[in-house]
């Protein structure tokens, strides 16, 4: 019998591009927030959202793959449903906690524009339906989609992975025809209450997340990711930078309305169809994706250093960190818009919730680090 394979070994610049992705996510849910202007959205069509469902797939890939190399079909499906149902969990915990915070920011500052700013109203009117509504992933208030778009991609990820695992085309070609059709004929499910799409449509990001999934196996496989020569890389160069451009130039114009906005008149319904995952924030992300693997090896001194660590921490335990930056996101928002929005205080804001994130990141890691001990024995220790 062939011995089993072993698990790959963790790539950090997972852990680190997600980790990062986590702060930007953090700095843009803020609104109004100055930080946000530096952010990736404001060089690029797509967003750390982008990047955090591509990790995603790419690190599904590789865990749930050796689970399926290792135990078969049905231990690797429990893993994964293990997964959706901690996912699940932190959700309807998450949606607790950001209503109750919602609600009371509402009631203290007597400000009912909060329950409409952060789509709890119906909530607040009806909570025997939103509830329900909100197991049934159905009611998603301002910040809470991703959760529930990382659930239904995991969801329909066994029957994927095996396809992967037999031939990659068999899972990208259906997904690819599937995004086209929804690009085409606007597929989408809905949510409560206004039967409003998903913010993020599950029918259409599922192309991005199997497209990681993809290169997370043939990493995981010891295959290149990226073919090669240098042309891609350059190829990748030329479209990340002439996005970048657009971009500032539609930046200073959102800041000094007569610097004329380039192609805006062209790219602009393409560069904000964020719901659908338009082709030009996709084909922009994979430029920048490109740009990241090519330029940061993974073997790089720099993923173990002190710089990179809190980063790397962050993306090691992002689903604990993720559920915390939306609370502080909130908290953040609530401060600004009732004590001042001046820019030391938005920056303390921005510091002290960054800062937040990487100490539970600390403490998680130490209450790992403490259970990964073995016990020490009554008698051994006298």
Same mark, same amino acid.
């Given at each position: 019998?062939?011995?089993?394979?072993?698990?790959p070994?963790?790539?950090?610049?997972?852990?680190?591009?997600?980790? !990062?992705?986590?702060?930007?996510?953090?700095?843009?849910? $803020?609104?109004?927030n100055? !930080?946000?202007?530096?952010?990736?959205?404001?060089?690029?069509?797509?967003?750390a @959202?982008?990047?955090f469902?591509? $990790?995603?797939? #790419?690190? =599904?890939?590789?865990?749930?793959?050796s689970?399926?190399?290792?135990?078969?079909?049905v231990? @690797?499906?429990?893993?994964?449903?293990?997964?959706?149902?901690?996912l699940?969990?932190?959700? &309807?915990?998450?949606? &607790?906690?950001?209503? @109750?915070?919602?609600?009371?920011?509402?009631?203290?500052?007597?400000?009912?524009?909060?329950?409409?700013?952060?789509?709890?109203?119906?909530?607040l009117?009806?909570?025997?339906? =939103?509830?329900?509504?909100?197991?049934?992933?159905?009611?998603?208030?301002?910040?809470?989609? /991703?959760?529930?778009?990382?659930?239904?991609?995991?969801?329909?990820?066994?029957?994927?992975?095996?396809?992967?695992?037999?031939?990659?085309?068999?899972?990208?070609?259906?997904? =690819?025809?599937?995004?086209?059709?929804?690009?085409?004929?606007?597929?989408?499910?809905?949510?409560?209450?206004?039967?409003?799409?998903?913010?993020?449509?599950?029918?259409?990001?599922?192309?991005?997340?199997?497209?990681?999934?993809?290169?997370?196996?043939?990493?995981?496989?010891? %295959?290149?990711? !990226?073919?090669?020569?240098?042309?891609?890389l350059?190829?990748?160069?030329?479209?990340?930078?002439?996005?970048?451009?657009?971009?500032?130039?539609?930046?200073?114009h959102?800041?000094?309305?007569?610097?004329?906005? +380039?192609?805006?008149?062209?790219?602009?319904?393409?560069?904000?169809?964020?719901?659908?995952? *338009?082709?030009?924030?996709? /084909?922009? #992300?994979?430029?920048?994706?490109?740009?990241?693997? *090519?330029?940061?090896?993974?073997e *790089?001194?720099f993923?173990?250093?002190?710089?990179?660590?809190?980063?790397?921490?962050?993306?090691?335990?992002?689903?604990?960190?993720?559920?915390?930056?939306?609370?502080?996101a909130?908290?953040?928002?609530?401060?600004? *818009?009732?004590?001042?929005?001046?820019?030391?205080?938005q920056? +303390?804001?921005?510091?002290?919730?960054?800062?937040?994130?990487?100490?539970?990141?600390?403490?998680i =890691?130490?209450?790992?680090?403490? %259970?990964?001990r073995?016990?020490?024995?009554?008698?051994?220790?006298?």
């Amino acid at each position: 019998m062939a011995a089993p394979r072993s698990r790959p070994a963790r790539d950090l610049r997972l852990d680190f591009f997600r980790g !990062l992705a986590l702060f930007l996510i953090f700095i843009d849910h $803020i609104p109004e927030n100055v !930080l946000s202007y530096f952010t990736l959205r404001s060089i690029a069509f797509c967003d750390a @959202a982008e990047a955090f469902i591509f $990790i995603s797939g #790419f690190a =599904a890939a590789m865990v749930y793959g050796s689970h399926l190399n290792q135990r078969g079909f049905v231990l @690797a499906t429990a893993q994964v449903y293990r997964r959706v149902w901690q996912l699940y969990v932190a959700h &309807v915990f998450l949606f &607790v906690i950001f209503t @109750a915070e919602v609600s009371y920011a509402l009631n203290a500052a007597d400000n009912p524009l909060y329950a409409e700013e952060m789509g709890v109203g119906d909530f607040l009117s009806e909570p025997h339906v =939103a509830i329900v509504q909100a197991l049934l992933l159905r009611f998603q208030p301002t910040f809470l989609d /991703i959760l529930p778009l990382y659930i239904a991609m995991l969801a329909v990820f066994p029957p994927v992975l095996v396809l992967i695992a037999w031939r990659p085309l068999a899972a990208l070609i259906p997904s =690819a025809a599937l995004y086209l059709a929804v690009q085409r004929f606007g597929w989408t499910p809905h949510v409560y209450p206004d039967n409003h799409p998903w913010f993020f449509n599950p029918l259409a990001w599922q192309f991005l997340f199997i497209t990681g999934a993809i290169c997370g196996r043939r990493q995981a496989s010891g %295959e290149p990711v !990226l073919p090669p020569g240098r042309w891609l890389l350059f190829m990748a160069a030329a479209i990340a930078g002439f996005c970048a451009i657009i971009n500032l130039t539609w930046l200073v114009h959102w800041i000094w309305d007569p610097f004329p906005p +380039l192609l805006a008149r062209y790219l602009w319904h393409l560069a904000i169809d964020k719901t659908n995952l *338009s082709p030009l924030r996709l /084909i922009d #992300f994979g430029a920048l994706a490109v740009l990241g693997v *090519s330029l940061l090896d993974r073997e *790089s001194k720099f993923l173990s250093g002190p710089i990179a660590r809190p980063i790397v921490l962050c993306g090691q335990n992002s689903l604990y960190i993720f559920c915390l930056g939306i609370l502080l996101a909130v908290m953040g928002h609530v401060v600004l *818009s009732e004590v001042t929005s001046a820019l030391p205080v938005q920056l +303390l804001v921005n510091i002290v919730g960054i800062a937040v994130m990487i100490a539970v990141a600390f403490l998680i =890691a130490w209450y790992k680090e403490l %259970e990964r001990r073995p016990a020490i024995s009554t008698g051994a220790a006298q």
